[in-house]
């Protein structure tokens, strides 16, 4: 079975440009959320997504939006980016609500310059 | 501040050892515990998980133990192999009854495997 894919794999952006990540969940899965991880740090919680609504929201600002499409795939939207938005960004599913059984993707790397 | 923490950031082992990792947290209403695996470069690798109703769990070379009266968590990798080398976390999931939460991580401990 495939695992959580995403796209791209590494991304280069300028401060101030908007950048769009993708993520498809396990097949089966209805969940998927997303985190910041930075150099050095654990994952940081950004967004949680089951069936298409938003189920929670980590400390993160509103320059950080997502969504999700019918077929449970997700998109992690960063407007206004700034230098500190470098990042791995890793996407989670898990078959249901909430952060359990939650399988990570191999992430993107976000470089804003 | 973190919630999840653990108490040694590089862990060094010879190969054929057992491992032990350990990670504190300070919520008490914490339901869920997920240890994770990190290669460079790559996605955190689920390893295995416990709920708070349980004491020690046991997959393949792998054993959770949860004490919660000291709020304690630890994982035990039996017969190290070079390729357990990698920094792993210890995550939880704080139930707040209102909708879903992330997981909150600790910032890992790096497992150095010697031959």
């Known amino acids: 079975d495939a695992g959580v894919t995403q796209s791209p794999t590494h991304l280069i952006k300028t401060r101030g440009q908007h950048v769009t990540l993708r993520c498809s969940p396990i097949?089966?899965?209805?969940?998927v959320s997303w985190y910041q991880q930075v150099l050095g740090q654990g994952p940081q919680f950004i967004f949680q997504y089951y069936e298409k609504e938003e189920r929670g929201r980590g400390n993160f600002p509103d320059r950080f939006s997502a969504r999700q499409f019918p077929n449970y795939s997700s998109e992690l939207n960063v407007n206004a980016l700034l230098l500190g938005d470098s990042a791995l960004y890793l996407c989670?599913?898990?078959?249901?609500?909430?952060?359990?059984?939650?399988?990570f993707g191999p992430g993107t790397r976000l470089t804003v310059t | 501040g973190e919630s999840v923490g653990l108490h040694l950031p590089t862990l060094s082992v010879q190969e054929g050892d057992n491992s032990i990792i350990n990670c504190a947290y300070s919520n008490s209403a914490s339901d869920y515990f997920i240890w994770y695996k990190q290669e460079s470069g790559k996605g955190p690798q689920f390893i295995i998980d416990i709920r708070s109703n349980m004491d020690k769990r046991q997959g393949q070379r792998v054993t959770v133990l949860l004490n919660k009266t000291v709020k304690h968590l630890s994982l035990q990798i039996a017969a190290t192999q070079p390729g357990d080398s990698a920094v792993y976390f210890c995550a939880e999931n704080q139930y707040s009854g209102g909708g879903a939460d992330g997981l909150t991580f600790g910032k890992g401990t790096h497992l150095i495997i010697q031959p």
């Open positions: 989670a599913s898990s078959p249901g609500q909430g952060a359990y059984e939650q399988y």
């Open positions: 097949s089966g899965h209805k969940s």
